[in-house]
């Protein structure tokens, strides 16, 4: 079975508070960025996984997100095939 | 009755918890998180830490370990059981209470004393305090933030669910001020204050000991253990 590189992307959810994001916009600020807003800081995962296609490899990551990778209840998460290794 | 304090590799309040409860009286005792099993256990407690290093997130991998299957069939069972601080993480992570607990809304780690309003002692964990009465416990936490949805903050609101709430300064933007919460059936309750920090007179500070004197007291109304 081919192996596909599949990234995970994990935001905490829009409508919730991101203190880490506001901490990383006021130095960003400070630093003199001033046309910088609204960032969020989330989690990036990367992954290999073994599957039958790029679509079973996405479907399996996906499974992995709702069961461990994300809380449905403060995280939001996307899910990206890269490619077979 | 028999207490056990279940240890992860990262919790750091379970000799101050099993101190606490064998304070009031109770037969505490360790079980480790490769355990498959409690012991015989009458009530459990996840004690304050840093489970797996919190990686991932507060509590996300040690709702996995093997002692928590154990610890979510004695839940359902309807076992008393008690998660503090990094243990009321791991509770809502396996889905035993609802709601999430995130950063603290100003970023900052919070170690202080707080005040909180008991407000239900319809659980295992607060019978033994006055409805309404207002103590003082030290919170320590990176990530409190209670956050929930609306239907389910109304829901805790509705069936009083919420167990302590923050009076004075909310320290870490929990909504509706939430400090504790327990589930819909009561018998599991989660709370960031650290009771076992003030549950002993050689700490000047004692207003935790009746968490574990209701959990005891508890056990003996439902006839539990053999002392």
């Not at chain 2, 003030?198 to 508890?218: E, I, K, P, Q, Y």
Request: proline share 5%; net charge negative; with cysteine.
């Amino acid at each position: 079975m081919p192996t596909y590189q599949v990234d995970v992307r994990v935001m905490p959810r829009a409508a919730l508070l991101d203190p880490q994001g506001k901490a990383v916009q006021h130095a960003l600020v400070e630093l003199g960025f001033d046309g910088v807003d609204r960032v969020r800081v989330g989690k990036a995962l990367t992954l290999a996984v073994e599957a039958a296609d790029a679509e079973s490899a996405a479907r399996e990551a996906r499974a992995m997100c709702e069961r461990l990778l994300a809380n449905p209840i403060t995280e939001n998460f996307a899910v990206t095939v890269d490619g077979e290794l | 009755m028999r207490v056990a304090v279940v240890r992860f590799p990262g919790s750091n309040c379970d000799f101050d918890t099993l101190r606490a409860a064998s304070l009031v009286g109770a037969d505490a005792y360790f079980v480790w998180h490769r355990e498959g099993d409690l012991g015989g256990a009458d009530a459990v407690i996840l004690p304050g830490g840093f489970a797996y290093g919190d990686y991932l997130r507060a509590g996300a991998i040690a709702r996995f370990s093997p002692v928590m299957k154990a610890v979510v069939e004695f839940a359902r069972a309807g076992g008393p059981v008690l998660g503090i601080c990094n243990g009321f993480q791991v509770l809502c992570e396996a889905g035993l209470l609802p709601g999430g607990l995130m950063r603290n809304a100003g970023s900052r780690f919070v170690s202080q004393p707080v005040e909180v309003r008991v407000e239900s002692v319809d659980t295992p964990c607060t019978s033994a305090y006055t409805k309404g009465a207002i103590i003082t416990l030290p919170v320590a936490h990176g990530e409190g933030r209670y956050v929930a949805d609306d239907l389910t903050l109304r829901q805790l609101e509705d069936d009083e669910l919420v167990v302590l709430r923050y009076t004075g300064e909310n320290p870490n933007g929990s909504a509706h001020e939430i400090a504790g919460v327990s589930s819909a059936e009561r018998n599991v309750v989660g709370m960031m204050p650290h009771p076992e920090r003030a549950a002993d007179d050689v700490l000047r500070h004692t207003s935790g000991a009746a968490v574990f004197t209701s959990l005891v007291t508890c056990l003996e109304r439902l006839g539990g253990g053999a002392a």
